[in-house]
């Protein structure tokens, strides 16, 4: 293996590849960065660049996409609480309440450490132990991911620390605007009352932008009164957090990178859930859950971490089996297939050169990700110092502007303003905004896979106690819900 | 907070009700072994509904468990005015985008919005404008390849 990976680095350290691998960095981080506009969209759009170069610079092109734009999309997450893609939504929880506090920098700052260390985490599990990994991928069905997902669900406990019958109402509310659209297994057509607008459904990117960034600032515009000229004065020097602030993260890197690296591997998850779990699973084991969402910098660290540990997971069961973890790897899948490369076991054995190579590209990719993504932030923190009076028109903007860059579509500007009416609705009347969030990434998974497990058992409900990684999750999901009501009940009086 | 939970709780039950009456309306489609398309849905639809009279009946009856919550700030009418107007001028903005272009939308919605939130008019609010427009709009068409719509009436 030694002498494969020497030819690995061998091959990404020439010109070409380290060219193409910057490239894509400085593409994946813009995109990352920008509301709106999704890592799989920068991918494809790279895809033609990549047929006239050769099979490495090509995936280090598309790598280098890949690892930017996970590091790059907490940028807008911390700075001005729009995620930049759907895996940086847990990282507004604790970042943004820490720019707001006036450690922007320092939340940035350990959003990237993180970022790479789950990167580098996963590329180490992709290495040694692909083949091992690629065999958990195989023992998901539709049960056991529904099991996981409904076990997902169950983080709405944590975040209806109030009242949980609030968090669950915001939960259902999300699930019932899931419904809309088409039938994720027929096809026919659910809630649209013939509007063919509605027949796309609700799009997930403008409805979290929407319910995360808008009630923001009209809550800020009623907040700050007459105080419009402040601005947040960012600490920018304080970047980088200390060599003790960091060895008591080491703990929380391990496992969030393992929590992403595991989720990316299953396919039909991807990163959002890996980043709520994290974030759910680091709230837990903590000893002051309080402090999460009111700047605690383990939640960013969690978030981030497990958010680029997908990226190496996800490669697992694409290089092994030919099976895509999300759809970034999707892309990539079609991409080594014009390269004339053929993913699978046999990848590993005929065209060795190339899989270590590659396993070097993605090393390289993170290592120049986090140094990038630190340079931007430098730039990027300055947009904090406009005014809170010119600050809140400007994010809007982008909400709409990133919104209608989706698809090009009017009609993803009005889904964001209408989630962005009902976040701040809910928001006012105390009723937690996460729960909606949460039903949008997973609802039509949810559903999906329900059915599909009934229709593959032949309609038998046992299908989900019987199989044993799916009865796991069913009892992991009992305890979730129980845990909080126990510790609830042990406070009271 | 009791009267707002209380007409919250009223809002969601006739929500819920009004969407499991659409479930159970819709025509039933369903693939063999498929519990059908509405199945989910209904189980949704009642769920929100149990959850809603569980919500108006902490409200009423003393002894169920009540959450301790802060009640929302009382909105002064300024801020009102501010809050919706904000809303109205950024969805006046958003429907106009297509006929009127960003170029044009874009400076005068900023300066309108920011003079909503609290800003004084001087130049650099108008630059501030200009500016953020300009950079957005080279970002997402030259960079991006996003179609904004650049002018009146393309």
């Known amino acids: 293996m030694l002498e494969h990976l020497l030819i690995g680095f061998q091959q990404a350290l020439q010109w070409q590849p380290l060219l193409a691998m910057l490239v894509g960095e400085v593409v994946g981080i813009l995109v990352g960065a920008a509301p709106g506009l999704t890592v799989t969209m920068a991918v494809s759009l790279m895809l033609p660049a990549t047929f006239v170069l050769s099979p490495v610079s090509a995936m280090a092109m598309l790598l280098g996409v890949y690892t930017g734009g996970f590091m790059g999309n907490s940028i807008p997450a911390i ?21 707001q506090k006036g450690e922007a920098g320092k939340a940035l700052g350990v959003s990237i450490i993180a970022s790479l260390y789950g990167g580098l985490f996963s590329l180490i599990c992709l290495v040694l132990i692909a083949p091992q990994l690629a065999k958990i991928a195989l023992q998901f069905g539709s049960a056991e991911v529904f099991s996981l997902l409904l076990f997902g669900m169950t983080i709405i406990c ?3 620390q109030h009242s949980l019958v609030k968090g669950i109402i915001s939960g259902l509310l999300g699930l019932m605007l899931v419904a809309v659209g088409l039938d994720p297994l027929l096809g ?15 799009s997930l990117i403008p409805a979290m932008i929407g319910i995360f960034a808008i009630p923001q600032v009209l809550e800020d515009l009623v907040a700050k009164g007459s105080q419009a000229a402040e601005t947040f004065k960012p600490k920018v020097s304080g970047l980088l957090p200390s060599w003790r602030e960091i060895r008591g993260l080491f703990g929380t890197f391990n496992r969030a990178s393992f929590i992403g690296t595991i989720i990316g591997i299953i396919p039909g998850t991807g990163g959002p859930i890996a980043t709520f779990m994290a974030y759910d699973y680091e709230r837990r084991v903590s000893r002051d859950p309080e ?11 969690a978030s981030a971490g497990a958010d680029n540990g997908v990226t190496g997971g996800a490669l697992v069961p694409m290089l092994t089996l030919g099976i895509p973890g999300d759809p970034v790897t999707a892309v990539m899948l079609g991409a080594l297939t014009i390269q004339g490369l053929r993913p699978g076991p046999l990848l590993f054995e005929q065209h060795a050169p190339f899989v270590y190579g590659l396993f070097a ?7 120049l990700a986090a140094l990038m993504t630190l340079w931007a932030v430098r730039f990027s923190v300055q947009l904090l110092r406009l005014p809170k009076a010119s600050l809140g028109p400007v994010v809007l903007l982008l909400c709409i502007v990133g919104s209608y860059s989706i698809d090009n579509s009017y009609v993803d500007v009005g889904t964001m303003l209408v989630f962005g009416l009902l976040g701040f609705v809910l928001q006012r009347y105390r009723f937690p905004t996460v729960p909606v969030i949460l039903a949008l990434v997973l609802g039509a998974s949810l559903e999906t896979n329900f059915r599909r497990a009934l229709v593959e058992s032949q309609g038998d409900p046992t299908v989900f106690f019987t199989r044993p990684i799916s009865l796991l999750f069913l009892v992991l999901a009992i305890a979730s819900v129980l845990a909080p009501l126990r510790s609830r009940h042990k406070r009271a009086p | 907070m009791i009267r707002a939970n209380l ?3 009223a809002l969601l039950a006739l929500f819920g009700g009004w969407y499991l009456w659409l479930t159970i309306s819709a025509p039933h489609r369903r693939l063999p072994y498929d519990p059908g398309i509405m199945f989910v849905p209904r189980i949704l639809a009642s769920g929100l509904i149990l959850l809603s009279v569980l919500l108006i009946l902490q409200q009423i009856i003393v002894r169920l468990p009540r959450p301790k919550e802060v009640p929302p700030d009382r909105l002064q009418p300024r801020e009102w005015l501010q809050t919706f107007g904000l809303l ?5 903005y958003a429907a106009l985008l297509p006929a009127l272009g960003f170029l044009l939308m874009t400076p005068i919605y900023l300066v309108g919005a920011m003079l909503l939130s609290g800003a004084r008019w001087r130049v650099s609010t108008a630059a501030t404008a200009v500016v953020v427009t300009a950079v957005i709009y080279v970002s997402f068409v030259y960079f991006f390849k996003v179609s904004l719509p650049p002018l009146p009436f393309p």
């Open chain 1, 79 to 99: 700075l001005i609480k729009i995620p930049g893609t759907p895996s940086a939504a847990a990282t507004v929880f604790d970042g943004y309440a820490l720019a």
């Open chain 1, 158 to 160: 944590s975040f209806a």
């Open chain 1, 188 to 202: 026919t057509q659910r809630f649209t009352f013939g509007h063919v607008a509605l027949l796309q459904g609700v």
């Open chain 1, 291 to 301: 402090r999460f969402g009111r700047g605690a910098i383990e939640g960013v660290a």
């Open chain 1, 361 to 367: 590209s993605l090393l390289l990719a993170n290592l």
């Open chain 2, 7 to 9: 007409l919250l709780g």
């Open chain 2, 88 to 92: 109205v001028v950024t969805a006046t």
